[in-house]
């Protein structure tokens, strides 16, 4: 099977910077996936990581440690829009894997 | 990125009948779709893995005769909830593989509220 933790909330201000944590303990490890979730909407896709270090998309950056089981989503410059749940998902097994998902952590902007 | 869709958007039916939810990808074929199911404030939950022209894969725990999945075509898959119950209530959501791409990303359908009274 497999383990996902993440914080089930955070909060934080316009224009700060936020950092949402990840653990995982999981067989076949593939790669670790992070999304965007808006209310009663399907998940976006946000970053993928595979190999250990930090991937940096905008505003967003990801890292991964597959050593540690761990990852994190860094978001700066915070918007209201941001506020969100964010999905961690971990890939298992072959190219075409599936994917299991946290429980995911309801990120709330304020002005 | 990729656009995937899913018919209908919302659903409400009573208790014993059966609903079929379409989940299509636009504008490139898909292989490989999935099927999760989400309770409110809850993550997805990975139900199933859809194979065009082959019997869907069930993750543990998922009712195969219950929640009957067809993939007819590399462009459309659905998922029949047999003999709905109330706790079959949820948002169901499909997602779909872009085979181009090279970070094997999932492109998710808009999902569908179930409610089964």
């Known amino acids: 099977g497999q383990n996902i933790d993440q914080p089930t909330e955070m909060t934080a201000t316009e224009g700060a910077i936020v950092q949402i944590n990840c653990t995982y303990q999981?067989?076949?490890?593939?790669?670790l996936f992070w999304y965007q979730q808006h209310a009663g909407e399907a998940p976006t896709f946000l970053s993928y990581?595979?190999?250990?270090g930090l991937e940096e998309k905008g505003r967003f950056s990801s890292f991964l440690s597959r050593s540690k089981g761990y990852s994190y989503l860094l978001l700066k410059e915070l918007q209201m829009k941001d506020s969100a749940s964010y999905l961690c998902?971990?890939?298992?097994?072959?190219?075409?894997?599936?994917?299991?998902f946290g429980r995911g952590t309801q990120l709330t902007v304020w002005p | 990125g990729a656009v995937v869709s899913q018919h209908p958007s919302r659903v409400i039916c009573k208790s014993g009948t059966s609903v079929k939810i379409e989940c299509r990808s636009l504008?490139?074929?898909?292989?490989?779709m999935f099927w999760y199911r989400q309770f409110p404030k809850k993550s997805l939950m990975l139900m199933a893995t859809?194979?065009?022209?082959?019997?869907?894969?069930?993750e543990q725990g998922v009712e195969k005769d219950k929640f009957l999945i067809n993939h007819a075509s590399l462009t459309l898959s659905t998922l029949t909830v047999t003999s709905a119950h109330p706790e079959d209530s949820s948002f169901y959501i499909c997602?779909?593989?872009?085979?181009?791409?090279?970070?094997?990303?999932?492109?998710f359908g808009p999902g569908t509220r179930l409610t089964v009274l």
């Open positions: 997602s779909a593989h872009s085979q181009p791409e090279v970070t094997d990303t999932q492109y």
């Open positions: 999981t067989s076949g490890f593939n790669g």
């Open positions: 990581n595979v190999l250990d």
């Open positions: 998902a971990v890939k298992r097994g072959s190219t075409l894997g599936r994917l299991y």
């Open positions: 504008d490139f074929q898909a292989t490989t």
């Open positions: 859809s194979n065009e022209g082959s019997k869907a894969t069930y």
